[in-house]
Protein backbone atom coordinates (compact mmCIF):
# COMPACT_ATOMS: atom_id res chain seq x y z
CA UNK A 1 0.00 0.00 0.00
CA UNK A 2 1.12 3.60 -1.04
CA UNK A 3 0.98 6.66 1.47
CA UNK A 4 2.20 9.24 -0.74
CA UNK A 5 2.14 13.24 0.14
CA UNK A 6 3.05 16.40 -2.17
CA UNK A 7 4.92 18.92 -0.50
CA UNK A 8 5.97 21.99 -1.95
CA UNK A 9 9.48 21.09 -0.63
CA UNK A 10 11.43 18.80 1.73
CA UNK A 11 11.60 20.38 5.34
CA UNK A 12 14.65 20.37 6.97
CA UNK A 13 15.73 18.16 10.03
CA UNK A 14 13.22 19.29 13.07
CA UNK A 15 10.97 21.66 10.70
CA UNK A 16 7.58 20.50 9.86
CA UNK A 17 5.46 21.29 6.40
CA UNK A 18 1.91 21.03 5.07
CA UNK A 19 1.02 18.50 2.65
CA UNK A 20 -0.53 19.57 -0.63
CA UNK A 21 -2.08 16.68 -1.62
CA UNK A 22 -2.22 13.08 -1.00
CA UNK A 23 -2.46 9.53 -2.66
CA UNK A 24 -3.39 6.48 -0.41
CA UNK A 25 -3.91 3.37 -2.13
CA UNK A 26 -2.58 0.03 -3.35
CA UNK A 27 1.05 0.25 -4.99
CA UNK A 28 4.08 -1.51 -6.02
CA UNK A 29 5.58 -2.28 -10.02
CA UNK A 30 3.83 -4.96 -10.83
CA UNK A 31 -0.01 -4.52 -9.68
CA UNK A 32 0.50 -0.86 -10.90
CA UNK A 33 1.33 -2.59 -14.59
CA UNK A 34 -1.41 -5.12 -13.99
CA UNK A 35 -4.30 -2.85 -13.36
CA UNK A 36 -3.21 -0.72 -16.71
CA UNK A 37 -3.48 -3.48 -18.89
CA UNK A 38 -6.45 -4.69 -17.26
CA UNK A 39 -8.44 -1.14 -18.11
CA UNK A 40 -6.83 -1.75 -21.80
CA UNK A 41 -8.65 -4.92 -22.21
CA UNK A 42 -5.61 -7.63 -20.86
CA UNK A 43 -6.87 -10.45 -19.22
CA UNK A 44 -4.48 -10.11 -15.90
CA UNK A 45 -4.12 -11.93 -12.41
CA UNK A 46 -1.92 -10.92 -9.81
CA UNK A 47 0.51 -13.66 -7.87
CA UNK A 48 1.88 -12.20 -4.55
CA UNK A 49 1.25 -12.17 -0.59
CA UNK A 50 -0.09 -9.73 1.44
CA UNK A 51 -1.26 -9.68 4.94
CA UNK A 52 -4.29 -10.28 7.08
CA UNK A 53 -4.42 -6.78 7.86
CA UNK A 54 -6.96 -4.11 6.68
CA UNK A 55 -4.10 -2.83 4.10
CA UNK A 56 -4.50 -6.14 2.48
CA UNK A 57 -8.23 -6.39 2.08
CA UNK A 58 -8.00 -2.89 1.09
CA UNK A 59 -5.02 -4.03 -1.68
CA UNK A 60 -7.42 -7.16 -2.70
CA UNK A 61 -10.02 -4.42 -3.21
CA UNK A 62 -8.08 -1.75 -5.22
CA UNK A 63 -6.58 -4.13 -7.65
CA UNK A 64 -10.43 -6.04 -8.16
CA UNK A 65 -11.81 -2.54 -8.83
CA UNK A 66 -9.32 -2.31 -12.34
CA UNK A 67 -10.07 -5.98 -13.43
CA UNK A 68 -7.17 -7.84 -12.06
CA UNK A 69 -8.11 -11.44 -10.91
CA UNK A 70 -6.96 -11.17 -7.31
CA UNK A 71 -7.31 -15.28 -6.90
CA UNK A 72 -4.05 -16.27 -6.18
CA UNK A 73 -3.32 -13.45 -4.15
CA UNK A 74 -1.98 -14.92 -0.67
CA UNK A 75 -2.97 -13.98 2.74
CA UNK A 76 -0.19 -14.04 5.50
CA UNK A 77 -1.81 -15.10 8.47
CA UNK A 78 -0.38 -12.61 11.66
CA UNK A 79 1.68 -10.62 9.28
CA UNK A 80 1.52 -6.79 7.25
CA UNK A 81 0.94 -5.62 4.35
CA UNK A 82 4.08 -3.97 2.70
CA UNK A 83 3.81 -0.31 2.92
CA UNK A 84 5.50 2.69 1.25
CA UNK A 85 5.64 5.83 2.45
CA UNK A 86 6.74 8.42 -0.23
CA UNK A 87 7.22 12.89 -0.15
CA UNK A 88 6.65 14.09 -3.91
CA UNK A 89 8.39 17.68 -4.07
CA UNK A 90 6.75 20.19 -6.30
CA UNK A 91 9.17 22.89 -6.78
CA UNK A 92 11.52 20.13 -8.18
CA UNK A 93 9.37 16.56 -8.41
CA UNK A 94 11.88 14.82 -6.47
CA UNK A 95 10.67 11.94 -3.88
CA UNK A 96 11.52 10.20 -1.29
CA UNK A 97 10.62 6.47 -0.08
CA UNK A 98 10.35 4.65 2.63
CA UNK A 99 9.84 0.94 2.06
CA UNK A 100 8.50 -0.80 5.44
CA UNK A 101 8.21 -4.73 4.50
CA UNK A 102 8.81 -7.34 6.73
CA UNK A 103 6.80 -10.10 5.32
CA UNK A 104 7.18 -13.89 4.37
CA UNK A 105 8.65 -13.79 0.94
CA UNK A 106 6.02 -15.95 -2.08
CA UNK A 107 7.97 -19.12 -2.16
CA UNK A 108 8.29 -21.20 -5.47
CA UNK A 109 6.21 -24.01 -3.76
CA UNK A 110 3.26 -21.20 -3.67
CA UNK A 111 3.20 -20.77 -7.20
CA UNK A 112 -0.05 -21.50 -9.31
CA UNK A 113 1.45 -23.42 -11.84
CA UNK A 114 -1.98 -23.86 -14.00
CA UNK A 115 -2.27 -19.84 -14.31
CA UNK A 116 1.69 -20.25 -15.59
CA UNK A 117 1.22 -22.69 -18.01
CA UNK A 118 -1.55 -20.90 -19.36
CA UNK A 119 -0.32 -17.30 -19.53
CA UNK A 120 0.62 -15.74 -22.76
CA UNK A 121 3.52 -13.33 -20.55
CA UNK A 122 5.07 -13.03 -16.83
CA UNK A 123 5.84 -9.25 -15.24
CA UNK A 124 8.13 -9.75 -12.69
CA UNK A 125 9.98 -7.13 -10.23
CA UNK A 126 13.04 -10.38 -9.32
CA UNK A 127 12.26 -8.89 -5.50
CA UNK A 128 11.33 -12.71 -4.63
CA UNK A 129 14.12 -14.46 -6.52
CA UNK A 130 13.17 -17.77 -6.16
CA UNK A 131 9.84 -17.75 -6.87
CA UNK A 132 10.80 -15.27 -9.36
CA UNK A 133 13.32 -17.53 -11.50
CA UNK A 134 10.67 -20.55 -11.39
CA UNK A 135 7.46 -19.06 -12.54
CA UNK A 136 9.81 -17.42 -15.21
CA UNK A 137 10.84 -21.57 -16.04
CA UNK A 138 7.24 -22.34 -16.00
CA UNK A 139 6.05 -19.60 -18.55
CA UNK A 140 8.84 -20.07 -21.10
CA UNK A 141 8.50 -24.14 -21.05
CA UNK A 142 5.09 -23.77 -22.40
CA UNK A 143 6.13 -20.77 -24.97
CA UNK A 144 5.07 -17.82 -23.27
CA UNK A 145 7.26 -14.43 -22.64
CA UNK A 146 8.81 -12.71 -19.77
CA UNK A 147 9.29 -9.20 -18.65
CA UNK A 148 11.87 -8.07 -15.84
CA UNK A 149 11.22 -4.34 -14.48
CA UNK A 150 14.66 -4.62 -12.46
CA UNK A 151 14.17 -1.32 -10.83
CA UNK A 152 17.09 -2.33 -8.77
CA UNK A 153 20.20 -5.00 -8.72
CA UNK A 154 18.77 -8.12 -6.71
CA UNK A 155 19.72 -11.53 -5.81
CA UNK A 156 20.66 -14.21 -8.26
CA UNK A 157 19.78 -11.02 -10.90
CA UNK A 158 22.29 -12.08 -13.90
CA UNK A 159 19.64 -15.69 -13.56
CA UNK A 160 17.03 -13.81 -13.68
CA UNK A 161 17.71 -11.61 -16.65
CA UNK A 162 19.30 -15.24 -18.58
CA UNK A 163 15.05 -16.02 -18.13
CA UNK A 164 13.91 -12.62 -19.32
CA UNK A 165 12.80 -11.79 -22.80
CA UNK A 166 12.15 -8.10 -22.18
CA UNK A 167 14.06 -6.45 -20.15
CA UNK A 168 13.29 -2.87 -18.71
CA UNK A 169 15.45 -0.76 -16.27
CA UNK A 170 15.84 2.60 -15.39
CA UNK A 171 19.61 4.17 -15.64
CA UNK A 172 19.94 3.86 -12.01
CA UNK A 173 20.23 -0.01 -12.17
CA UNK A 174 22.81 0.68 -15.01
CA UNK A 175 24.62 3.08 -12.39
CA UNK A 176 24.47 0.10 -10.33
CA UNK A 177 25.17 -3.00 -12.34
CA UNK A 178 28.07 -1.26 -14.10
CA UNK A 179 28.99 1.72 -12.67
CA UNK A 180 29.07 4.16 -15.45
CA UNK A 181 26.22 5.20 -17.98
CA UNK A 182 27.32 4.37 -21.39
CA UNK A 183 23.52 3.32 -22.01
CA UNK A 184 24.32 2.19 -25.42
CA UNK A 185 27.22 0.03 -24.13
CA UNK A 186 24.81 -0.84 -21.58
CA UNK A 187 21.85 -2.29 -23.25
CA UNK A 188 24.48 -4.11 -25.67
CA UNK A 189 25.96 -5.92 -22.66
CA UNK A 190 22.56 -6.88 -20.91
CA UNK A 191 21.33 -8.17 -23.87
CA UNK A 192 23.98 -10.53 -24.78
CA UNK A 193 23.09 -12.44 -21.03
CA UNK A 194 20.09 -13.99 -23.07
CA UNK A 195 16.95 -11.31 -23.04
CA UNK A 196 16.14 -10.72 -26.90
CA UNK A 197 15.30 -6.68 -26.13
CA UNK A 198 16.58 -4.43 -23.57
CA UNK A 199 15.48 -0.74 -22.26
CA UNK A 200 16.93 1.73 -20.59
CA UNK A 201 14.59 4.01 -19.29
CA UNK A 202 16.17 7.43 -18.32
CA UNK A 203 13.54 9.70 -17.50
CA UNK A 204 13.00 13.08 -19.82
CA UNK A 205 16.18 12.04 -21.72
CA UNK A 206 14.34 9.13 -22.88
CA UNK A 207 15.38 5.59 -23.23
CA UNK A 208 18.18 3.39 -25.59
CA UNK A 209 16.73 0.08 -26.36
CA UNK A 210 19.23 -2.84 -28.20
CA UNK A 211 17.42 -5.45 -30.33
CA UNK A 212 18.36 -7.65 -32.48
CA UNK A 213 21.42 -6.10 -34.52
CA UNK A 214 19.91 -2.50 -33.46
CA UNK A 215 20.91 -0.01 -30.57
CA UNK A 216 18.50 2.95 -30.97
CA UNK A 217 17.50 6.10 -28.87
CA UNK A 218 14.16 6.83 -27.93
CA UNK A 219 12.64 10.45 -27.18
CA UNK A 220 10.55 10.83 -24.05
CA UNK A 221 6.61 12.91 -24.47
CA UNK A 222 6.59 16.20 -23.17
CA UNK A 223 3.69 16.26 -20.14
CA UNK A 224 3.06 18.69 -17.28
CA UNK A 225 4.62 16.05 -14.47
CA UNK A 226 3.80 16.44 -10.66
CA UNK A 227 4.61 12.84 -9.38
CA UNK A 228 6.95 10.51 -11.34
CA UNK A 229 6.45 7.54 -8.90
CA UNK A 230 4.29 5.47 -11.42
CA UNK A 231 6.02 6.04 -14.61
CA UNK A 232 8.33 3.27 -14.94
CA UNK A 233 5.53 0.72 -13.98
CA UNK A 234 3.35 2.49 -16.95
CA UNK A 235 6.25 2.05 -19.08
CA UNK A 236 6.29 -1.57 -18.76
CA UNK A 237 2.77 -1.80 -18.86
CA UNK A 238 2.98 -0.08 -22.02
CA UNK A 239 5.63 -1.83 -23.49
CA UNK A 240 3.84 -5.64 -22.87
CA UNK A 241 0.88 -3.85 -24.19
CA UNK A 242 2.53 -3.80 -27.69
CA UNK A 243 4.42 -6.76 -27.55
CA UNK A 244 0.88 -8.56 -27.19
CA UNK A 245 -0.14 -6.58 -29.82
CA UNK A 246 2.11 -8.41 -32.10
CA UNK A 247 4.14 -4.99 -32.64
CA UNK A 248 8.13 -4.13 -33.93
CA UNK A 249 10.08 -2.58 -30.40
CA UNK A 250 10.09 0.77 -31.59
CA UNK A 251 6.77 1.12 -31.63
CA UNK A 252 6.13 -0.74 -28.11
CA UNK A 253 8.42 1.33 -26.91
CA UNK A 254 6.86 4.64 -28.04
CA UNK A 255 3.61 3.21 -26.63
CA UNK A 256 5.39 3.02 -23.71
CA UNK A 257 7.31 6.09 -23.18
CA UNK A 258 3.66 8.01 -23.90
CA UNK A 259 2.00 5.60 -21.07
CA UNK A 260 4.92 6.32 -18.89
CA UNK A 261 4.48 9.75 -19.22
CA UNK A 262 1.31 10.08 -18.69
CA UNK A 263 1.28 8.28 -15.25
CA UNK A 264 3.16 10.86 -14.36
CA UNK A 265 0.11 13.69 -14.44
CA UNK A 266 -1.23 13.15 -11.24
CA UNK A 267 -0.28 11.84 -7.47
CA UNK A 268 0.79 8.36 -6.60
CA UNK A 269 1.91 5.83 -8.53
CA UNK A 270 -1.72 4.81 -9.45
CA UNK A 271 -3.18 8.34 -9.63
CA UNK A 272 -3.70 8.50 -13.32
CA UNK A 273 -3.99 5.32 -15.54
CA UNK A 274 -4.32 6.78 -19.31
CA UNK A 275 -6.86 5.20 -21.12
CA UNK A 276 -5.52 4.11 -24.88
CA UNK A 277 -7.32 7.08 -26.58
CA UNK A 278 -5.15 9.13 -24.11
CA UNK A 279 -2.06 7.46 -25.55
CA UNK A 280 -2.34 7.54 -28.96
CA UNK A 281 -3.77 11.43 -28.69
CA UNK A 282 -0.26 11.72 -27.08
CA UNK A 283 1.58 10.64 -29.55
CA UNK A 284 -0.35 12.55 -32.23
CA UNK A 285 0.16 15.39 -30.91
CA UNK A 286 3.99 15.00 -30.73
CA UNK A 287 3.49 14.06 -34.35
CA UNK A 288 5.25 10.58 -33.40
CA UNK A 289 3.13 7.72 -34.94
CA UNK A 290 3.47 4.24 -34.85
CA UNK A 291 4.53 2.00 -37.87
CA UNK A 292 1.30 0.13 -37.12
CA UNK A 293 -1.27 3.04 -38.04
CA UNK A 294 0.38 4.05 -41.35
CA UNK A 295 -1.42 3.14 -44.00
CA UNK A 296 -4.52 2.41 -41.66
CA UNK A 297 -6.96 4.10 -39.76
CA UNK A 298 -5.11 3.65 -36.44
Request: proline share 4%.
Amino acid sequence: MDYCLLVESYPSVDEKTVALDRFYGSGSPVPNALCALASWGHSCSFVGVVGDDVEGSRFRQDISTYGVDPEFLLVREQEATPRAFLWVEKTSGRRTIVLDRDIAPLSSSELPLPLLQSSRFLLIDGVEADATIQAAKAIRAMGGQVMLDAGNVRDRMEEQIALTDWLVVPIAFIRNWFGGVDLFQAARDLRELGPRGVVITNGAAGSVAAWGQEVQWFQAYSVKSVDTTGAGDLFHAGFLHGVSQGWDVPDCIRWASAAGGLATIALGGRGHLPTKDEVERLLRDAGDELDVWKGSDG
